[in-house]
């Protein structure tokens, strides 16, 4: 056997090396390299036993001889590997094949498990290295969830910043959020796509697969391949690959699972990664609670500023206002005088309305502060809603045609200001237990153009102007072009 001295400086340069970089992809590409110096291989690869813990696969330097595909550990005519372990594990075999200038010798084989053995501290050190940075990016991304949604973010975004934040820290396919259904399954509610999520939102789990029971119970579920996998049941299965769902729980409240799938192919998680994510998720619904819980005493606090506003000003301003008009309801029936008489039927005209105006912001003002609906029959609805608790009862509405179509923009606004009018006149009514609105697309206006009529019947007693006293109540009437 040839004295290996002399090759001890390539084997140290090849050393030092190894140990130069902190990032493991680039440790072994550096311990690759290095082998196919020491020994002249035009040929090294090194395959990992567990690719789903690094996320790795094979290093190589040139295409793979067929010779080195082998596995087995040892020396062959043109053919050399040995093994490479990280403290008690094999982490690994570094293959060499082809080799210049004839055979590989024991010599090449002693060089390589020095190497191997120095390549082993190397790949622990990268390891360690590469958690610690894996753990910092998530605690970070948690963090500032946190922080997110506790500025106040609605509930869906509330969802979406989790399950956006939990697929980029991932390096997923998707981020999705499922919350549990009536019916006992389990339905897609968010999901962050690179591109279009498409029909994923809306996806069910139903009763009865093999996984559900896990998810509602608080467990999580890790997937190999969901393409594959029989207890995936979901029409988007097909789509994905490695998957990961994990509970969003906090204080025995299971908010939903967050899945985090990954395409058909692609590596799968490494335990690392299940753990950093499973403890993201836990993160994550602690702060979903917490932003709830924060954004109900947010709104507990308006509400009950709106409702001082509205006594102050029912109890000050229309006082004030009713005690005026009387006022000068009797100077009028005193003082014969016409032009004295009008003006003060004017006054009196003014009061009535701004009164009417004043209780129709005290009907604004006790809705409950909650998010303005976008349609014309959510904000009708939320009218009424608000009206009913101040009358004691919830008005009936009607609606007749393809409202949502046909009303434009100013039309609704025109009639959503009527309808307020409406309702706070008959509030101050005597006798009022029933309330009837009805918008009516298919009206025709009085010149043939098509309109929509909104119509307001209570039973009160009938009092003032513009208004229809068919003897059992008292019925208004708008009418506005589309």
């Known amino acids: 056997m040839t004295d290996p001295v002399p090759r001890l400086p390539p084997l140290l340069e090849a050393v030092l090396n190894v140990g130069t970089d902190l990032e493991l992809r680039a440790t072994l590409q550096h311990i690759v390299d290095g082998a196919a110096e020491l020994t002249g291989a035009r040929y090294a690869a090194l395959g990992t036993v567990d690719p789903g813990q690094d996320g790795l696969a094979e290093i190589r330097t040139a295409e793979p001889d067929p010779v080195a595909q082998r596995t087995s550990v040892g020396r062959g005519d043109d053919f050399v590997g040995v093994p490479i372990r990280v403290r008690d594990e094999v982490f690994g075999t570094l293959h060499l094949a082809d080799k210049a200038g004839g055979p590989f010798t024991d010599e090449d084989e002693q060089l390589l498990r020095l190497l191997a053995a120095q390549a082993g501290i190397a790949i622990g050190n990268a390891r360690l290295y590469e958690t610690a940075r894996q753990r910092e990016r998530w605690i970070e991304g948690a963090a500032a969830v946190t922080t997110a949604l506790l500025t106040g973010e609605t509930a869906a975004d509330a969802l979406m910043t989790v399950a956006e934040r939990a697929r980029i820290l991932a390096d997923a396919s998707a981020g999705v959020i499922l919350q549990p259904t009536p019916e006992g399954g389990m339905e897609i509610v968010t999901a962050s796509t690179h591109e279009d999520p498409g029909d994923i939102v809306g996806t069910t789990i139903e009763p009865g697969s093999a996984v559900l029971e896990q998810l509602l119970g608080g467990r999580p579920v890790f997937i190999e391949d969901s393409a594959t996998d029989p207890r995936m049941t979901t029409h988007v299965r097909h789509r994905f690959g490695p998957s990961m769902m994990l509970p969003l729980q906090a204080g025995g409240r299971l908010i939903g699972t967050l899945a985090l799938p990954r395409r058909r192919g692609d590596r799968p998680y490494s335990p690392v990664e299940r753990l950093l994510a499973t403890q993201f998720a836990s993160q994550a619904a602690l702060a979903l609670v917490l932003a709830d819980a924060q954004h109900s005493r947010e709104r507990l606090a308006v509400f009950e500023d709106r409702d001082r506003i509205a006594r102050d000003l029912h109890d000050l301003v229309v006082q004030r206002l009713f005690a005026t008009s009387i006022m000068l309801e009797s100077t009028q029936r005193r003082t014969p005088a016409k032009d004295v008489h009008d003006t003060l039927g004017r006054a009196v005209d003014e009061l009535q309305s701004t009164i009417q105006d ?72 005597t006798g009022v237990s029933r309330i009837a609105i009805t918008v009516d697309v298919t009206a025709a206006l009085p010149d043939g153009r098509s309109g929509v009529r909104l119509t307001v019947y209570d039973d009160g007693a009938a009092e003032g102007s513009g208004k229809e006293a068919n003897g059992r109540g008292t019925t208004e009437t708008w009418q506005s072009p589309l």
């Open 358 to 429: 004043v209780r129709t912001a005290i009907f604004a003002l006790q809705q409950p502060p909650v998010d303005a609906p976008t349609t014309f029959r959510g904000k009708v609805l939320r009218e009424t809603a608000g009206a009913a608790a101040l009358l004691g009862f919830q008005p009936s509405t009607r609606f007749t045609g393809a409202v949502e179509n046909r009303i434009t923009e100013p039309a609704a606004g025109h009639l959503l200001a009527a309808l307020r009018r409406a309702l706070a006149a008959a509030s101050r009514r």
